[in-house]
């Protein structure tokens, strides 16, 4: 899998954690904000459309939303068996 698909697959993630929880970007901003990570709903977004976020973001994401545990499957990161 090409980097590019790496990145795409890492959004799509995230994404899909949020959708679960009906969190929006301007929340998930909030909910970092209380973190002391400061975006802009607009750069959630923008970020989280090209994929391009590091690895801590990620994580911050996940721990601001409340992300226990994480399914990975094919589905996400279109593993061809």
Do not use: P
């Not at 301007?26 to 459309?49: F, V």
């Amino acid at each position: 899998m090409n980097t590019n698909k790496w990145d795409k697959s890492a959004s799509r993630l995230l994404k899909a954690e949020l959708a679960k929880r009906e969190i929006t970007y301007a929340q998930l901003q909030e909910k970092l904000a209380i973190m002391g990570i400061e975006k802009t709903a607009t750069h959630i977004g923008a970020m989280l459309s090209r994929g391009t976020f590091s690895a801590v973001f990620f994580l911050q994401c996940l721990l601001a939303i409340g992300v226990k545990n994480l399914q990975l499957d094919d589905t996400i990161f279109e593993i061809k068996k």
